[in-house]
T-cell receptor, first 112, second 114 residues
Framework: KNEVEQSPQNLTAQEGEFITINCSYS?????LHWLQQHPGGGIVSLFM???GKKKHGRLIATINIQEKHSSLHITASHPRDSAVYIC??????????????FGRGTQLTVWP | DAGVIQSPRHEVTEMGQEVTLRCKPI?????LFWYRQTMMRGLELLIY????????DSGMPEDRFSAKMPNASFSTLKIQPSEPRDSAVYFC????????????FGPGTRLTVT
């Protein structure tokens, strides 16, 4: 079983729709990253958070430490949001301290 | 700033050959990460350095892989001998301090071993 599970694996939406991508993890963490990988392969860090909520433009990331769950929301989605979104967590104790664990990614396609 | 620089961008080599991938992190960043991405396994952390010292190399697949960071502005990932299953995209990333801070990724090196 992977330490980080993302859902859904694939997501298709119409332009303007509200998007939610979920990430659940099984290890204790000190930080969680959301990454975006464009069709060309480049990777961009969207958020790093350890509690609460962060917002950047149309993107919102939330985390619930007790439930070991994070969500990435995209409001008013646009075709340029089409990408793979990857969740990663940083372990916080014992053998996991400082290690990074990655989800397999969610492929988002937004149609005009 | 130019961002994280990786070279080469593409590498095609024959099985058994030595491959060296290079990375220049963003100036002022103390941490450097090497990742591998394949269709089968997704993104995996191979090794990361803090202040030029390897902190976690548990992701390095086997002895054929080695990484060095001789100074704060340069790192190499070497595969010797290379095998077809090493074909992947290798990313380098840097951050200000450790794996709990925002990372900036390079464009990646696409390696094909035939």
């Amino acid at each position: 079983k992977n330490e980080v599970e993302q859902s859904p694996q694939n997501l298709t939406a119409q332009e303007g729709e509200f998007i939610t991508i979920n990430c659940s993890y099984s290890v204790g963490i000190s930080a969680l990253h959301w990454l975006q990988q464009h069709p060309g392969g480049g990777i961009v860090s969207l958020f790093m958070l350890s509690s609460g909520k962060k917002k950047h433009g149309r993107l919102i990331a939330t985390i619930n430490i007790q439930e070991k769950h994070s969500s990435l929301h995209i409001t008013a989605s646009h075709p340029r949001d089409s990408a793979v979104y990857i969740c990663a967590v940083r372990g916080d104790r014992g053998s996991t301290l400082g290690r990074l664990y990655f989800g397999r990614g969610t492929q988002l396609t937004v149609w005009p | 700033d130019a961002g994280v620089i990786q070279s080469p961008r593409h590498e095609v080599t024959e099985m058994g050959q030595e491959v060296t991938l290079r990375c220049k992190p963003i100036s002022g960043h103390n941490s450097l990460f090497w990742y591998r991405q394949t269709m089968m396994r997704g993104l995996e952390l191979l090794i990361y350095f803090n202040n030029n010292v390897p902190i976690d190399d548990s992701g390095m697949p086997e002895d054929r892989f080695s990484a060095k960071m001789p100074n704060a502005s340069f790192s190499t990932l070497k595969i010797q001998p290379s095998e077809p299953r090493d074909s992947a995209v290798y990313f380098c990333a840097s951050s200000r301090s450790g794996s709990g801070t925002v990372q900036y990724f390079g464009p990646g090196t696409r390696l094909t071993v035939t």
